[in-house]
């Protein structure tokens, strides 16, 4: 692979941007890499570790220079950064972001940049449960979604760029509109991790009860809540307050159709139950079909 960008800045080092790192290492795609976060501990790590060719002690100075900046910190702090390296920006950079959400972002770093710079906000749909600098690795991009949700009057230039960058690491990339994609989200991701969250939080209370049972016999799927109910605090609860529209419109229909199922249940339906049940057994076959998962046993986790 050819070199996309000469210089690019991270602004916040967990998960995604130190995944971001070793992946353009890996193929190349950039000359020089430096790093910002708000804590010097993490600082600290990233250097101890390798992570970015230069870690910065202020996002001002890791921003100088670049042709491309990507911001890797929580929703809720995209606005204040942006501010803050809105003055240091060379001109024709792009700025980017990873963030959950995307109408709330454009809202909150838009009014900040140059517009002298492109703006092109992007969401990778990767992760684990881990988060901090040393969580990253060159490989959670590969055969996943990115989603890129420029303007309309971004020049395409820049668009194919960052499309390339993103295509180079391994990542599949389509573009959307911030409205429609907050929506998409709030279907695939948002609503699911407050479930998810739910869930533990009633086997917590009942754990009280039982002794700790809930935890020791836990089957595969509560197993399955408890680690998406592991990820970033910080993280989900600024995608939740920035994505309240779409959020509350998915969790009232899922209200209803869990309502609907309380009924089959008490009535006795079982009818209702087996065709509920086939059709959204269909949903997890098109996902694998769709090479976004596996179908190995307890879903390709490895044995220790």
């Known amino acids: 692979m050819s070199q996309t960008y000469d210089k690019v800045a991270l602004i916040g080092l967990g998960l995604i941007a130190s995944s971001m790192y070793w992946a353009m290492k890996r193929e190349g795609l950039a000359g020089e890499v ?31 220079d670049a042709d491309l900046v990507v911001l890797c910190v929580p929703v809720g702090a995209m606005g204040a950064v942006a501010e803050e390296i809105a003055p240091h920006l060379k001109a024709g950079a792009t700025v980017s972001d990873v ?60 668009v194919q760029k960052l499309r390339e960058l993103w295509e180079g690491i391994g990542a599949k990339v389509e573009e959307m509109d911030a409205e429609h994609h907050d929506l998409v989200l709030g279907v695939t991701s ?36 408890t680690r998406i109910a592991a990820s ?6 600024d995608v939740f307050l920035n994505n309240k529209e779409a959020t509350l419109e998915i969790l009232g229909r899922f209200t209803e159709e869990l309502f609907a199922l309380q009924r089959a249940i008490r009535t ?27 179908d190995a046993p307890d879903f390709g986790r490895v044995k220790k």
């Open 99 to 158: 963030g959950s959400v995307k109408k709330a972002v454009i809202e909150a770093v838009g009014p900040y940049l140059p517009d002298n710079v492109n703006f092109i906000p992007a969401h990778p749909l990767a992760g684990t449960e881990h988060s901090g600098p040393g969580s990253g690795f060159a490989e959670l991009f590969d055969n996943r979604y990115t989603l890129l949700v420029p303007a309309q009057n971004t020049p395409q230039k820049a």
């Open 268 to 294: 006795g339906d079982g009818d209702l139950l087996h065709a509920y049940f086939t059709r959204t057994r269909a949903i997890r076959r098109g996902i694998i079909e769709a090479g976004q998962d596996t």
């Open 34 to 64: 430096r790093g910002y976060a708000r804590s010097s501990e993490t600082r600290d790590v990233a250097r101890e570790i390798g992570l970015c060719d230069s870690v910065c002690d202020s996002a001002a100075e890791a921003v100088r």
């Open 190 to 225: 948002h609503a699911p991790h407050l479930i998810a969250y739910t869930m533990v939080g009633v086997a917590d209370d009942l754990r009280r009860v039982t002794d700790s049972e809930v935890i020791k016999y836990s089957a595969a799927g509560f197993r399955d809540f």
């Open 232 to 237: 970033d605090p910080t993280m989900w609860r």
